[in-house]
């Protein structure tokens, strides 16, 4: 059937999402006030009628059975935006392909109740991106060739692509969409426009999706109503940092409205190499799972080992960071250590005093680069996205701490809910028809 399609044929349309009454799927796990009604509650939501093409029991494709995947299908559901007033069709899939992750994004209509349209969903999915050809690939031909399945609807057409990978693989993607018949066109987007386009959309439209970290009270706090003024909004420092950092200033919508003005090759690729070095965790959720429960003072050395107590004329309390690592190098040193191997070295640390140390050593750094750069260019608000902060508290926590110390309080961190993907989200909301970095 696919192979029957005229591209020609088919409207590209301009994608603008109907966002009356969006919201997160897991709204009600937020324990704040807001203002969702109760015709929008996510608590009733099926998972079944979510996932809609039911990709988990999908073997035509490949062959091959699931091999769990519905599973995590069923967990992405979490991540779900509700879009229950876009009735309009969608007829492409975008992919932020990273370093390190892959991120892809695509809408799904809910069922119909009483013959009556109820919208829609976005569904966010991520992917290691070394199995781009296995996993990725997988899963977008099972999205594709669903889509022909339902006579009703237009089919998937478009891949809207950014990120590195949009180039390296895209030899790949073609040769793949044609051996399965698949008459696919690949646009491949700016990374850092759509970065700024997917950041701007969810500040501006989606409902709790923003969030500051109260240093006082250990909490976060969600800005339950989209900003809508331009005061509110611009200008800002976006942080992502992804494999390593880029540091963006942002005046205003638009490619003219936005530059790129640092970064930094410390980022989390920086981190999960390092652990993986150091550490036997299998991958990042892992890292950050062992960092929580991990002791710094086991390995960094605190300015209350150097003082006793706070330094309280420069503002430094007991607990503060003095060196990071620095108590790795003393006890080896006093501990006879000449004759130890490395892996007896090692042995004398705990991984999750390790991974604890190295989270905060990573993190403090970011946000003391991203001071400085908001200070330079007299930035206030410091937005920090990317996959390395995957909602983990401590990043979070020490994020804003820095930026709040540093800045002795004049500058605000925020963060957002599906912060890794804000470069898959900016490429999905331009669409076909939207700027182009060449129609590869």
């Known amino acids: 059937m696919s192979e029957d399609i005229n591209l020609d044929l088919v409207d590209i349309g301009t994608i603008k999402l109907d966002v009356s009454g969006a919201y997160i799927a897991n709204d009600h796990l937020l324990g704040i006030e807001n203002n969702l009604s109760s015709s929008a509650s996510p608590e009733n939501s099926d998972p079944e009628e979510d996932l809609d093409i039911d990709l988990g029991n999908s073997t035509e494709s490949t ?33 932020d392909i990273g370093g390190t992750l892959t991120k892809l994004v695509y809408f799904t209509k809910s069922k119909k109740v009483n013959d009556k349209l109820t919208g829609g969903k976005l569904h ?14 997988k899963f977008m031909i099972r999205l594709i060739r669903r889509s022909f399945n339902k006579l009703e609807l237009p089919p998937i057409t478009y891949i809207i692509a950014t990120g590195g990978g949009s180039q390296k693989f895209y030899n790949l993607m073609t040769k793949t969409f044609s051996k ?34 109260d240093l006082e009270d250990n909490t976060t706090k969600f800005i339950s109503s989209p900003y809508t003024k331009d005061n509110q909004i611009y200008p800002y420092l976006l942080v992502n940092i992804g494999s390593g950092v880029s540091m963006i200033k942002v005046v205003g919508p638009g490619p003219q409205g936005f530059e790129r003005i640092g970064g930094s090759s410390l980022g989390g690729g920086t981190l999960w190499g390092l652990l993986s070095l150091l550490t036997d965790a299998k991958d990042y959720n892992e890292m950050l799972e062992m960092a929580s429960r991990g002791d710094n003072e086991n390995i960094d050395l605190l300015v209350g080992d150097i003082y006793g ?37 090692l042995s004398q640390f705990k991984p999750e005093d390790i991974a604890r140390s190295l989270l905060y050593s990573v993190s403090n750094n970011i946000g003391q680069i991203s001071y400085l750069h908001a200070l330079k260019y007299d930035l206030k608000r410091i937005y ?16 804003s701490y820095a930026v709040n110390f540093w800045s002795k309080g004049d500058m605000k961190s925020y963060f957002l809910r599906h912060e890794g993907y804000l470069g898959s989200v900016g490429a999905f909301m331009m669409g076909p028809n939207g700027p182009d970095v060449k129609n590869l």
């Open 63 to 95: 062959g091959e059975s699931n091999g769990g995947e519905e599973e995590d299908d069923e967990h992405d559901l979490t991540k779900n935006i509700t879009l229950p007033s876009h009735n309009a069709e969608v007829i492409h899939i975008s992919v």
């Open 124 to 137: 966010f999915k991520d992917f290691q991106t070394e199995n781009f050809p296995n996993e990725v690939l």
């Open 180 to 213: 399965n018949k698949l008459p696919m066109k690949i646009i491949a987007k700016d990374e850092m426009e759509c970065l700024i386009k997917g950041l701007d959309w969810f500040i501006t439209k989606i409902p709790n999706e923003i969030f500051i970290y």
């Open 309 to 345: 107590t706070n330094y309280n004329k420069i503002g430094l309390k007991s607990s503060h960071i003095a060196s990071s690592f620095a108590k790795v190098f003393k006890k080896l040193r006093f501990n006879n250590s000449k004759n130890m191997t490395a892996a007896e070295k």
């Open 384 to 399: 920090f996205g990317g996959s390395y902060i995957s909602g983990h508290k401590q990043t979070i926590h020490t994020l």
